[in-house]
Structures are given as structure tokens and as C-alpha cells.
């Protein structure tokens, strides 16, 4: 296993076992993806983060006990988890608007595009026509984004 590999798991490790809120910092093309072990479409998503040009690092875990840790609301919870920087990424978020978050950095814990809606990266068949992408601060959520 290569050192970048090593050193995203103990960072995914201690993440674990932090008790903020908010996740803690990587690098500008660093994300760790956190997913339960029978997820399939998350390992699509991991492809697409690939190739955007992440370096992407799989962890296995008890996803309803991730989300409880961060206080997402059910409603905007999804397959994974995606830590980028100091922001978490539920579910499978277009690049777009990864872009933004990552270009603005605003003052949120993280966003969410919940459920598995088709023909989002890793989710195959037609793109539905409105997308809504929720922000989410201290287990309290906002509308963050639209795409048509």
C-alpha cells in the first residue's frame, strides 16, 4: 500500500473517533469516501471522484452511526459519505457542484444530494430534470443548490 493510502486511513481513523462535528482537514485532492461494506454504487462514485482528479481512499463503516455522529437528518441521508477538506459530501453529488463548495468554502458542515437519484455520477439512467442540493450546519439544513 502506498504512503498517501496509509496516511488517508489513519487520518479516516481518527476521524472516527473525534468527537467535532466537523471533519477534519485533507488536502485540496484528497477525499475519503465512508460507505457500508455491501454499497456498489459507492465504489462508481469513488471511480468518478478518480477521475476528477482525487485521490480516493474507500472506508468501510457503519454508515448509521456516521451520520449520527455528524447529526445529519434522516431525510438528507444517502449510501456515503464523502470528506473533502473540511466539508463532508452526502450521496452522489455531480462535480459541479463539488466545484463550488470547493471554490466558495462557505460556512457549512457539508451538503447533501439525498436518496440515489439517476444519472448522478455512479447512479446509471436518465438524469431527472431538477436536482436540489441541501447545505447542512449543525444538524440544521438549508437548500444550498439547484441544478436543471
Known amino acids: 500500500m502506498k504512503l498517501p493510502a496509509l496516511f488517508a486511513i489513519a487520518i479516516s481513523?481518527?476521524?472516527?473517533?473525534?468527537?467535532?462535528?466537523?471533519?477534519?482537514?485533507l488536502g485540496p485532492k484528497d477525499a475519503?469516501?465512508?460507505k457500508s461494506e455491501s454499497c456498489g454504487c459507492c465504489s462508481s462514485y469513488t471511480e468518478f471522484l478518480d477521475s476528477w482528479g482525487f485521490s480516493t481512499t474507500k472506508v468501510n463503516t457503519?454508515?448509521?452511526?456516521?451520520?449520527?455522529?455528524?447529526?445529519?437528518?434522516?431525510?438528507?441521508?444517502?449510501?456515503?459519505?464523502?470528506?473533502?477538506?473540511?466539508?463532508?459530501?452526502?450521496?452522489?453529488?455531480?462535480?459541479e457542484v463539488?466545484?463550488?463548495?470547493?471554490?466558495?468554502?462557505?460556512d457549512i458542515d457539508g451538503i447533501s444530494l439525498?436518496?440515489?437519484?439517476?444519472?448522478?455520477p455512479g447512479m446509471p439512467g436518465p438524469r431527472p430534470e431538477n436536482l436540489t442540493i441541501y447545505s447542512i450546519k449543525g444538524g440544521k439544513s438549508g437548500i444550498y443548490m439547484q441544478i436543471k
Open 62 to 95: 457503519d454508515m448509521d452511526a456516521l451520520f449520527a455522529k455528524y447529526n445529519i437528518p434522516r431525510e438528507l441521508q444517502s449510501c456515503h459519505l464523502t470528506q473533502f477538506q473540511n466539508y463532508f459530501v452526502i450521496g452522489h453529488v455531480p462535480k
Open 114 to 120: 439525498p436518496d440515489m437519484p439517476t444519472g448522478t
Open 32 to 34: 475519503i469516501v465512508y
Open 13 to 25: 481513523l481518527l476521524l472516527l473517533g473525534c468527537t467535532s462535528t466537523a471533519p477534519q482537514s
Open 98 to 106: 463539488v466545484d463550488k463548495l470547493m471554490a466558495e468554502q462557505p
